[in-house]
């Protein structure tokens, strides 16, 4: 069950208790990746859709598809700004305009490298610019008549497309929370700085799907996106969060020795974070 293997020991952990030499950080994620990959969809190898790291998971990020926009931006966003105002304003604004279209192609690219790259803090600074950029012009056009095309991250072959900035800025959200989840699964759980690094990847992870649920819950197409974007699957990827937050927090108080009677709160809010995951 959920609980079991939030709170249980994994064949993995059991095999390093009962040898000194165990192996590096790398071998354990490959050994229960395979391990959970006999178990059912949710963990398939490196890039499926859920990735597993002893008994913590990330989730992938979306990918651009079908007739997107692609690398047509900058020209769109030229012509837009010519036919709402005026050419003279469209030419003052090429260099913004033109960011705008090197900051997408980039978290485009960051996208399909997925899973082949170590978790970078430079791929979600990028993404916050980009979020960032995407809000401003928000602010300042109600579309630019064309769709930004997005693939659904569990299941590749359902795409949405809108044309609206709100649904651009909800993919560079969902995909900056998939990136803090697999920095957090990639951080050392076997001292102090990397439990603390990695429960607090965790929390961010959290909190950024927080902010992009309510963004969906208010937009006009929320009640028409793919599966990872619904609300249900946003709140149970942030109560898993959560809970692998509360699960570093559960480590480090063993590694400390607390007494039994605090180890046992820790472990019941934890069992709480993964019940109210499995009712969203």
Same mark, same amino acid.
Not at 60 to 68: A, I, L, N, S, Y
Not at 107 to 136: F, M, T, W
Not at 212 to 220: H, I, K, N, Q
């Given at each position: 069950?959920?609980?079991?293997?939030?709170?249980?020991?994994?064949?993995?952990?059991?095999?390093?208790?009962?040898?000194?030499?165990?192996?590096? !950080?790398?071998? /354990?994620?490959?050994?229960?990746?395979?391990?959970?990959?006999?178990?059912?969809?949710?963990? *398939?190898?490196?890039?499926?859709?859920?990735?597993? /790291?002893?008994?913590?998971?990330?989730?992938?990020?979306?990918?651009?598809?079908?007739?997107?926009?692609?690398?047509?931006?900058?020209?769109?966003?030229?012509?837009?700004?010519?036919?709402?105002? =005026?050419?003279?304003?469209?030419?003052?604004?090429?260099?913004?305009?033109?960011?705008?279209?090197?900051?997408?192609?980039?978290?485009?690219?960051?996208?399909?490298?997925?899973?082949?790259?170590?978790?970078?803090?430079?791929?979600?600074?990028?993404?916050?610019?980009?979020? @960032?950029?995407?809000?401003?012009?928000?602010?300042?056009?109600?579309?630019?008549?064309?769709?930004?095309?997005? @693939?659904?991250?569990? *299941?590749?072959?359902?795409?949405?497309?809108?044309?609206?900035?709100?649904? +651009?800025?909800?993919?560079?959200?969902?995909?900056?929370?998939? +990136?803090?989840?697999?920095?957090?699964?990639?951080?050392?759980?076997?001292?102090?700085?990397?439990? @603390?690094?990695? /429960?607090?990847?965790?929390?961010?992870?959290?909190?950024?799907?927080?902010?992009?649920?309510?963004?969906?819950?208010?937009?006009?197409?929320?009640? #028409?996106?793919?599966?990872?974007?619904?609300?249900?699957?946003?709140?149970?990827?942030? !109560?898993?969060?959560?809970? *692998?937050?509360? #699960? /570093?927090?559960? +480590?480090?108080?063993?590694?400390?020795?607390? =007494?039994?009677?605090?180890?046992?709160?820790?472990?019941?809010?934890? *069992?709480?974070?993964?019940?109210?995951?499995?009712?969203?």
């Amino acid at each position: 069950s959920f609980h079991a293997r939030a709170l249980g020991v994994s064949a993995c952990e059991r095999r390093r208790d009962a040898d000194a030499s165990w192996p590096t !950080h790398e071998k /354990c994620s490959a050994e229960a990746t395979r391990e959970e990959g006999k178990q059912g969809p949710f963990a *398939q190898p490196y890039d499926g859709p859920v990735r597993a /790291c002893r008994n913590m998971l990330a989730f992938p990020k979306k990918q651009v598809g079908g007739k997107d926009v692609g690398g047509n931006l900058e020209k769109i966003l030229h012509s837009h700004i010519t036919r709402k105002f =005026s050419r003279a304003l469209a030419d003052e604004h090429a260099t913004q305009c033109a960011a705008v279209a090197t900051a997408r192609k980039t978290v485009v690219e960051d996208a399909k490298a997925g899973s082949n790259n170590h978790p970078d803090e430079v791929v979600r600074a990028r993404l916050v610019q980009y979020y @960032r950029l995407i809000r401003g012009l928000e602010l300042r056009f109600e579309a630019i008549g064309v769709q930004f095309m997005w @693939r659904d991250s569990f *299941q590749q072959v359902v795409k949405m497309g809108e044309a609206d900035f709100s649904f +651009e800025a909800a993919a560079a959200l969902f995909n900056l929370a998939a +990136e803090t989840s697999r920095a957090a699964i990639y951080s050392d759980r076997s001292n102090e700085e990397g439990l @603390r690094e990695a /429960c607090l990847n965790f929390r961010k992870a959290a909190g950024i799907l927080g902010v992009l649920l309510g963004l969906v819950e208010g937009a006009p197409w929320g009640g #028409r996106c793919t599966v990872d974007l619904q609300p249900c699957t946003l709140r149970l990827l942030q !109560h898993v969060m959560l809970a *692998q937050a509360q #699960r /570093c927090f559960y +480590e480090k108080a063993v590694r400390d020795a607390i =007494s039994p009677k605090l180890l046992v709160k820790l472990a019941k809010q934890l *069992q709480l974070f993964y019940s109210d995951a499995e009712q969203k």
